[in-house]
């Protein structure tokens, strides 16, 4: 099957500090990925949609200067939180979209993001 | 806009049946999954099914759906302490977009 790799797994930082976490597709190519945040006993919400070569585009309510997405290639999408605080500790899961044979989406095994 | 519910927690005993119920609001979705997530991982997906089914088979896993309730189940025949996790199901709505019910911790006791 598919295969999507995410790193940092785990990641502690500093407030007021940025960091990144990649979202790779192993073997497949993928122009969507998707970036999703999933807070303690909760569900999934989707952050955004990354298309490679262009613009990713925002849930409502996501800031765009704050969760800097960059899709430069059809196997990597990185997500910066940038100016981090503590309440952007959450888990982190980016999903990469597959279109042959069908529609699939792929999901990577998430980054826990813990801001001091 | 979309909702997709579920119940909160369902505990049950190994070897029996577990059932997982959904429902959703957006009558236009085309695929509906059900995806497993253990404790600090991502999301594996069990199975999924067409709108225009009504039930699928796969396994010990058994998908139905009441289109017309808007209600999606999923039954774990002969629960095994490894199903213990949270089931999500989830609609595929407008863009191609997932949306993602609140998702159901299974504890399987032996």
């Known amino acids: 099957g598919a295969v999507v790799s995410q790193h940092p797994s785990w990641v502690i930082c500093k407030s007021g500090t940025s960091v990144k976490i990649e979202c790779r597709s192993l073997?497949?190519?993928?122009?969507?990925m998707f970036w999703y945040r999933q807070f303690p006993k909760q569900s999934l919400m989707l952050m955004a949609t990354?298309?490679?070569?262009?613009?990713?585009?925002?849930e409502q309510g996501v800031e765009k200067d704050k969760f800097l997405i960059n899709h430069a290639s059809l196997t990597l999408s990185t997500l910066t939180v940038t100016s981090a605080h503590p309440e952007d500790s959450s888990f982190y899961i980016c999903?990469?979209?597959?279109?042959?044979?069908?529609?699939?989406?792929?999901f990577g095994p998430g980054t826990r993001l813990t801001v001091l | 806009g979309e909702d997709v519910e579920q119940s909160l927690f369902l505990s049950v005993r190994e070897g029996d049946s577990s059932v997982i119920n959904c429902t959703y609001t957006?009558?236009?979705?085309?695929?509906l999954y059900w995806y497993k997530q253990e404790p600090g991982a991502g999301l594996q997906l069990l199975t999924y099914?067409?709108?225009?089914?009504d039930m699928k088979q796969d396994q010990r896993l058994t998908v139905l759906l009441n289109k017309k309730d808007k209600h999606l189940s999923l039954r774990i025949a002969d629960t095994q302490t490894g199903d213990s996790a949270i089931y999500f199901c989830?609609?595929?709505?407008?863009?191609?977009?997932?949306?993602f019910g609140t998702g159901t911790r299974l504890l399987v006791s032996p």
């Open positions: 999903s990469a979209r597959r279109t042959t044979p069908y529609n699939e989406q792929f």
């Open positions: 073997d497949f190519q993928a122009t969507t």
């Open positions: 990354s298309n490679e070569g262009s613009k990713a585009t925002y």
């Open positions: 957006d009558s236009s979705s085309t695929y």
């Open positions: 099914i067409f709108s225009n089914m």
């Open positions: 989830a609609e595929k709505g407008g863009f191609q977009k997932l949306v």
